[in-house]
């Protein structure tokens, strides 16, 4: 079953690989692999949206209180006639909410390419309502597809705490060409491929025993948005902020 609206607060953190094999180790009394991949490992690829005068990149740059983006998501290896999620994420304050359906990647193609305001007599969605979302969102911000985002994913849920839920991704890569996500994950490094984006999903707190681990570790707690360091990444010195992002990105 496909979890289609959930809601939660985040904290990001930018790590190194050695800290990133610390802290699973340290972890493993208190947490389990996800569910899905090998032992939690999987790969995601993420075709993003956006319009001409970059309006999802200023709102999350800016930090607005509420900021939303809209992407096009599949796990592992997915052909043409594999399952993808549109997914709408929104940002309010410090929490986060996500709202997705399920859909066929061929249909979720065909709505890109043509759009029609007959949701349900032309595309195969596991709920329409959210899929109406989505298109008013589209229709309202005028959104086409921009780039693709992917990265290897280990992820973990805590064995006591089902709302906890730690991620780690590596090998972070972009590209604004060739966007039919199925064509896999690759693209340039937007994220030093030392480094590891790490977060930390809660509905209310943090327990203890992790912020302890995360001191212990000296893990910087910093925002590592994936979408404004790849837009930068990809039209260079045309969006403001770039040569500050270059400490992110590292080896680029």
């Known amino acids: 079953m496909v979890l289609e609206i959930f809601s939660r607060r985040e904290q990001k953190y930018l790590i190194t690989r050695a800290q990133y094999e610390m802290l699973v180790e340290q972890m493993s009394p208190y947490m389990r692999y996800d569910k899905f991949g090998n032992e939690g490992k999987y790969t995601v690829t993420s075709l993003y949206f956006e319009n001409q005068n970059h309006a999802i990149y200023f709102e999350t740059k800016n ?14 290896d997915t ?42 007599q032309n595309y195969a969605a596991s709920n329409y ?16 597809p921009e780039m693709v985002v992917s990265y290897d994913r280990h992820a973990f849920h805590c064995i006591t705490d089902p709302d906890l839920r730690v991620t780690f991704d590596l090998n972070l890569r972009c590209r ?28 209310d707190s943090v327990p203890l025993w992790l912020v302890r681990i995360l001191q212990d570790l000296e893990c910087e707690q910093r925002s590592a948005s994936k979408f404004c360091t790849s837009l930068e990444l990809l039209k260079g010195n045309t969006l403001p902020g ?11």
């Open 63 to 76: 930090k607005l209180r509420f900021r939303q983006k809209l992407r096009l998501r599949i796990y592992d």
């Open 129 to 144: 309502q959210i899929l109406k979302e989505i298109h008013h969102f589209r229709k309202l911000y005028q959104l086409e």
């Open 176 to 203: 604004n060409e060739d966007l039919n996500i199925e064509y896999g994950p690759y693209g340039d490094n937007f994220i030093d491929p030392n480094l590891v984006v790490l977060e930390v999903k809660v509905t």
């Open 242 to 252: 770039t040569q500050q992002e270059k400490i992110l990105i590292g080896a680029i």
């Open 79 to 120: 052909d043409i006639n594999g399952l993808a999620f549109f997914e709408v994420k929104q940002k309010h304050k410090n929490v986060v909410n996500k709202r997705r359906t399920a859909i066929p990647l061929m249909d979720a193609y065909s709505y890109i390419n043509k759009p029609t305001d007959d949701l349900e």
